[in-house]
């Protein structure tokens, strides 16, 4: 499967950073959801991706989105790197990588190192914005300018 605008995200289940189930299901309507995929806390490009989004949750918050940041790291690890970085937001616990398949992000690095995927995803729950990039550089800028967006319209 591989998730494209336009088509309603899968319902899944995961544990946040906190030990608190977090159910899709009963999570949808409230707000827009900026979820990204990332390889790994702690890395040096994942931090920094981290701390992009950190810097900018107030705007999210703002123009009514939450952030939602997944990986296959342990509930501990998404805790020690919330609690190290003070990054404010969600970070979600996948570690059988059911999810990142579910959303169709593939690996790089002939698929040893897990992709990085940023989703825009409207209360309805419909993608309406993807954006794929090992790189953690433009993610944050790309799916803010798209929140801005969807607010405007």
Request: charge should be negative; include cysteine.
């Amino acid at each position: 499967m591989k998730l494209e605008v336009g088509d309603r995200i899968p319902s899944f289940t995961l544990t946040d950073h906190h030990g608190n189930i977090f159910k899709s299901d009963l999570r949808l309507g409230e707000k827009i959801w900026v979820i990204y995929f990332y390889p790994k806390n702690f890395t040096p490009g994942c931090t920094k991706e981290a701390c992009s989004f950190r810097d900018h949750y107030k705007e999210f918050q703002r123009l009514g989105a939450e952030v939602i940041g997944i990986s296959s790291d342990s509930v501990e690890s998404h805790q020690k790197f919330s609690e190290k970085y003070d990054l404010p937001f969600t970070f979600l616990s996948d570690p059988t990588e059911d999810i990142r398949q579910k959303f169709g992000v593939k690996g790089h690095l002939l698929g040893i190192i897990p992709g990085r995927d940023t989703f825009v995803i409207d209360k309805d729950g419909i993608v309406q914005f993807k954006f794929h990039n090992l790189s953690s550089a433009e993610h944050m800028q790309k799916a803010l300018d798209k929140v801005k967006e969807l607010q405007a319209e």
